[in-house]
């Protein structure tokens, strides 16, 4: 560990100095990451999510370079590049049919913030100033920002430190959580008692990722996508963590090929290369939003973009749910069996994602050292410990992952 680092630079919800230690990267090549020490670790976790092609991509590397040569970056206002055009183009291309604007942003939460925004200066156009409030489900993660950290479980998101600054919203049941039918209830009873205030409604589809890593029945989404318009509240779907092709589908929404008003796309969108994120919505509510107030410094970056259309590309013909379909497979053979073991408490799975869920709180620092020790690298939190693996992971790469999980309960 480095002492300046300890000393002088937050991690990512973490103090000064740092109470686990932190690991030096030197470089990375396909699922590898190379710490100092010459430790060579499987990353079992795509570095939140972003890194599904792997590290070192000689494609994306390629891509990148290619941009760097012409142009790394140049402010959005007033002018425009190849670059952000054809990942517009795509974009709007790969997503459900309505969704044809596009508003880049240079990271999830930002990208979150914009949807907020595009909603309440909608009604506001529409003089319906008094829908300013939002309402989300339970158990979600929508970025760290105060925008989104309005909409993040009110229990183990950061509420309570900011309880006198965040706005108020409306918390239903999630279908995670509780049966379909009550959590509907609950969301009904909500907007017929509140939809006069409520600008949208915001979820992640299908996964609520860092909020608790919950999956729940996608049929969810189709009624309350359904009630949502029957009540006049905008449908906004957070697909940060779940877009390109996590889930198993491109984008999880297809599971039911629910229409959002507003979806937000980052994470895996430059496959993890660079901070860009973004944030589409239909021809209609892009009107009544008019000039919608937001403009990052790097909105749009073309070295991002670049990136991302390469990244995007190599997704696109890739046999990605073959790959997916596989690790699936290989994650339900390997890790089910855990949901009988008594440290464990249940056991997730869809897609590339596998999550076992430990009965007891885990000692981050004491379990990383664990894992490091047998070649793999993960990053539990709370009681979770989980892993969604690059797509280009093989199956011998992915046992050695799996086995790490089960050698690393026992030795608890
Ligand atoms: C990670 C995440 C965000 C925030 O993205 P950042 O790039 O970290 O700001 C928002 N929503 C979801 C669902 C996420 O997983």
């Not at 070192?56 to 002018?79: C, D, E, R, W």
């Not at 240079?106 to 003089?127: P, T």
């Not at 205030?197 to 860092?210: H, R």
Request: proline share 4%; with cysteine.
């Amino acid at each position: 560990m480095d002492t300046f680092d300890q000393n002088h630079i937050w991690h990512p919800y973490a103090k000064i100095p740092n109470e686990v230690k932190t690991h030096v990267v030197e470089s990375a090549d396909g699922v590898y990451l190379n710490l100092a020490g010459n430790k060579r670790v499987i990353d079992g976790m795509s570095s939140w999510w972003s890194a599904i092609h792997g590290y070192n991509h000689p494609t994306l590397n390629q891509a990148a370079q290619a941009q760097l040569g012409k142009i790394s970056h140049v402010m959005f206002g007033g002018l425009t590049h190849e670059p952000a055009i054809t990942l517009a183009k795509t974009l709007v291309d790969i997503t459900p049919e309505h969704l044809s604007k596009v508003f880049f942003t240079d990271s999830g939460s930002v990208a979150v913030e914009a949807a907020l925004k595009m909603a309440l200066q909608y009604w506001h156009n529409q003089g319906q100033s008094k829908k300013h409030k939002f309402v989300t489900i339970r158990g979600g993660y929508h970025g760290d920002t105060f925008g989104a950290m309005s909409v993040c479980d009110p229990n183990n998101g950061m509420h309570h430190l900011f309880s006198g600054v965040l706005p108020k919203h409306y918390f239903v049941q999630s279908p995670s959580m509780v049966a379909m039918d009550e959590a509907l209830q609950d969301l009904t009873l909500t907007l017929q008692q509140n939809a006069d205030s409520i600008a949208a409604m915001i979820l992640e589809p299908v996964v609520q990722g860092a909020g608790g890593m919950r999956i729940y029945n996608p049929q969810y989404l189709t009624r309350a996508k359904a009630l949502c318009k029957q009540h006049n509240v905008l449908f906004i779907l957070d697909e940060i963590a779940t877009g390109f092709g996590r889930t198993g589908e491109l984008f999880a929404l297809e599971y039911v090929d629910v229409d959002p008003d507003i979806l937000c796309l980052g994470k895996a969108l430059t496959g993890g290369y660079m901070t860009l994120a973004a944030t589409l919505t239909t021809d209609e509510i892009a009107q009544g939003v008019g000039t919608l107030m937001h403009g990052p410094t790097f909105m749009a970056s073309p070295l991002a973009c670049a990136v991302a259309n390469a990244s995007i590309e190599l997704l696109l013909n890739s046999p990605w749910q073959d790959n997916i379909a596989n690790i699936e497979a290989i994650l339900n053979s390997e890790l089910s069996s855990l949901r009988a073991h008594s440290k464990v408490a249940d056991v997730r799975i869809l897609g590339a994602i596998g999550v076992v869920e430990l009965a007891e709180e885990i000692n981050m620092e004491k379990v990383q050292n664990l894992l490091i020790e047998k070649g793999v690298w993960l990053r539990p939190y709370g009681k979770l410990l989980y892993t969604m693996p690059p797509f280009i992971i093989s199956k011998q790469e992915l046992l050695l992952v799996t086995k790490a999980i089960k050698a690393v309960i026992e030795e608890l």
